[in-house]
């Protein structure tokens, strides 16, 4: 505890590794959650589509929290009201979404690029402290200032230990998020081409035509 509070970047460091152990551990107990097959999903929401059994559709996502499913449930609300209205559903559904997937990931961009500057900068200020316990007692210079240098270069190590796994996490996290929102776009284009292909065409577009 000694070190801890001599060191005060050190501690800091720590409270930030805790608080990244949090979010990954909470983001990914998140999106494991929201996984779903989506080749299969499409495939079998468009098998209740062709029937003509959108209530069965619907009832097949009940439950589902993948935010795949939650966007197809949101366009199969608005099915009977044409595809604009279907389409509006599901961005909306989706901006919001984005926004629960993408929680809390700047927290973890921002340890992974800050973290080994906090390090570093404890590492700074230790080796002053260094020098001055150094200028305090010269008659034991040597181990002094070994000691204090042995000791601030911790601050640069745990700044790394830090910052390289929350920016592992954060590309990880990254990708998945980018992936969700993929298959959350394709998934909204099968419904609606469905929807568009089945869609009566309207009087003067037929005699246009």
Do not use: W
Request: with cysteine.
């Amino acid at each position: 505890m000694e070190q801890l509070r001599r060191y005060p970047a050190v501690t800091a460091l720590i409270a930030l590794s805790l608080l990244s152990v949090t979010i990954m551990v909470e983001r990914g107990i998140f999106l494991a959650g929201g996984k779903v097959d989506f080749e299969t999903l499409a495939k079998e929401l468009l098998a209740f589509l062709r029937d003509g059994d959108a209530a069965g559709a619907r009832r097949a996502l009940a439950g589902n929290r993948a935010p795949e499913a939650q966007i197809a449930a949101a366009g199969l609300e608005q099915y009977g009201r044409g595809s604009e209205a279907m389409s509006e559903a599901m961005a909306s559904v989706k901006s919001r979404l984005r926004l629960d997937l993408e929680r809390n990931l700047g927290v973890l961009g921002t340890l992974g690029s800050n973290a080994p500057f906090i390090g570093l900068f404890g590492t700074v200020l230790g080796i002053v402290r260094s020098f001055r316990d150094l200028a305090a007692n010269m008659a034991d210079a040597s181990s002094a200032v070994m000691a204090g240098i042995a000791e601030a270069l911790i601050a640069t190590a745990v700044g790394l230990l830090v910052a390289i796994p929350a920016v592992v996490a954060f590309n990880v996290f990254k990708g998945r998020v980018r992936t969700s929102v993929t298959d959350c776009q394709m998934l909204a284009r099968i419904l609606l081409s469905h929807l568009k292909s089945v869609e009566p065409v309207a009087p003067a577009a037929a005699a246009a035509e």
